[in-house]
Nanobody, 126 residues
Framework: QVQLAESGGALVQAGDSLRLSCAAS????????MGWFRQAPGKEREFVAA????????YYADSVKGRFTISRDNAKRTVYLQMNSLKPEDTAVYSC???????????????????WGQGTQVTVSS
């Protein structure tokens, strides 16, 4: 089992920056690729970004590429999502997830993630 706990969500204005954190406990953190997903009210869950076990590979949704950066600190068992130039359409509940799958980050699908956090709310006002 892996337990994931997100933090850092807030109400911000368009153009602001925010950093989300996801702390992991339980099984060996470095056995998992990590991803961030988001879900806005009335919409389906959407992939945001993913990072490999050793941080050697990252992958982003087109909607956040160039604005968001995913990173991880394996010593702290934490994955981060740095969000810059936030837009109102970024408003959502952001969740982190852990996947034991290896290979390219692009190949990891939502159903490959075995463990999920509860999420943290990000609201971007215009």
């Amino acid at each position: 089992q892996v337990q994931l706990a997100e933090s850092g969500g807030a109400l911000v204005q368009a153009g602001d920056s925010l950093r989300l954190s996801c702390a992991a406990s339980g099984r060996t953190f470095t056995n998992y690729a990590m991803g961030w997903f988001r879900q806005a009210p009335g919409k389906e869950r959407e992939f945001v970004a993913a990072i490999s076990r050793s941080s050697g590979m990252t992958y982003y949704a087109d909607s956040v590429k160039g604005r968001f950066t995913i990173s991880r600190d394996n010593a702290k068992r934490t994955v981060y999502l740095q969000m810059n130039s936030l837009k109102p359409e970024d408003t959502a509940v952001y969740s982190c997830a852990a996947s034991p799958k290896t290979g390219s980050m692009r190949s990891i699908k939502v159903y490959d993630y075995d463990y999920w956090g509860q999420g943290t709310q990000v609201t971007v006002s215009s």
